[in-house]
């Protein structure tokens, strides 16, 4: 236990001095271009499968159960990884579409393949989703083609869309990545169709819910109308944040991160997406 804080202490002290460099030379870390940033987004995607599951088996581990030591896991590390070293912004169907839309195309701009969560757990957790829906774009898209070029194609643009669609309709969640986010800046380099059962990020989110773990806000949040509500129960199955409950035969909202899923599959249309006040 000893051993285990002060690797987790060090671990903290790591990513408070990653935090202060990038607030003292921001393009050093958080540019577009930066040669570094490129190269640890490199990094990251070469082991990205077994990092995933070594978070699968720390998640599972009576290490998260613990109060005391789950909140050093997510100081050390979780923490930061979801708030700045990958950090997830999950959207609307139509708030997706509309940024895919805004995105160039180019040659090989974007490229689709393997989910990395399936593949590190699918197995695991008998996921039933699609495998072929990790869309990289931006910096992604030439790191995990020139990685894994037997597993990634490039893909069109209308393409990457009806990946999303088809995923949306068998309750995926878009969410769009960027790497070493540090206010504001973009460094997108995928469009992940995350589901309940696998995704690590949201399996993450639900471990560290104590915590507060936090995504970018998604632009939008659901809201329902409780004189449409039929209390079903429709909305709560497909939130893959655990962020919906029944109460008194209503469907509540809680932390909503902005999916759009529950409003999506509600049989009543008794959920509307508003614009968040960010
Ligand atoms: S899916 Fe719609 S009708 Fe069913 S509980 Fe949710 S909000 Fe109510
Ligand atoms: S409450 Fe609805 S929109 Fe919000 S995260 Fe859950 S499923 Fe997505």
């Given at each position: 236990m000893r051993q285990m804080r002060i690797s987790l202490g060090m671990m903290a002290t790591v990513n408070r001095a990653v935090?202060?460099?990038?607030?003292?030379?921001?393009?050093?870390?958080?540019?577009?271009?930066?040669?570094?940033?490129?190269?640890?987004?490199?990094?990251?995607?070469r082991f990205e499968v077994q990092l995933l599951k070594v978070f699968w088996?720390?998640?599972?581990?009576?290490?998260?159960?613990?109060?005391?030591?789950?909140?050093?896991?997510?100081?050390?590390?979780a923490k930061f990884m979801a708030e700045h070293a990958i950090a997830g912004n999950y959207m609307t169907l139509d708030e997706v579409v509309d940024f895919i839309n805004k995105l160039?195309?180019?040659?090989?701009?974007?490229?689709?393949?393997p989910c990395r969560c399936r593949l590190a757990i699918g197995h695991r957790v008998s996921c039933p989703h699609p495998l072929e829906?990790?869309?990289?774009?931006?910096?992604?898209?030439?790191?995990?083609?020139?990685?894994?070029?037997?597993?990634?194609r490039v893909i069109p643009k209308d393409e990457a869309i009806h990946i999303i669609k088809d995923g949306y309709e068998k309750g995926l969640a878009p969410g769009v990545f960027r790497h070493m986010y540090y206010k504001g800046s973009t460094n997108y380099f995928a469009i992940c169709n995350c589901c309940k059962e696998a995704?690590?990020?949201?399996?993450?989110?639900?471990?560290?819910?104590?915590?507060?773990?936090?995504f970018i806000p998604g632009p939008s949040r659901a809201v329902v109308?409780?004189?449409?509500?039929?209390?079903?129960?429709?909305?709560?199955?497909?939130?893959?944040f655990e962020e919906r409950v029944l109460v008194g035969g209503r469907s509540h909202t809680i932390n909503c991160q902005g999916c759009g899923l529950c409003a999506f599959n509600c049989p009543q249309k008794a959920i509307t997406m508003v614009k968040r006040a960010l």
């Open positions: 935090s202060l460099m990038t607030l003292h030379n921001p393009e050093l870390f958080t540019g577009e271009e930066s040669g570094l940033r490129l190269l640890m987004l490199k990094i990251y995607a088996f720390t998640f599972q581990s009576p290490l998260a159960k613990i109060n005391v030591t789950r909140k050093l896991m997510y100081l050390a590390l160039p195309e180019g040659n090989s701009a974007f490229a689709v393949g829906t990790d869309i990289v774009i931006a910096s992604g898209t030439p790191i995990w083609l020139a990685l894994f070029p037997k597993d990634y995704c690590l990020p949201i399996i993450g989110y639900r471990v560290f819910k104590p915590e507060k773990m936090k109308d409780p004189e449409l509500c039929q209390g079903c129960g429709a909305c709560v199955k497909v939130c893959p």
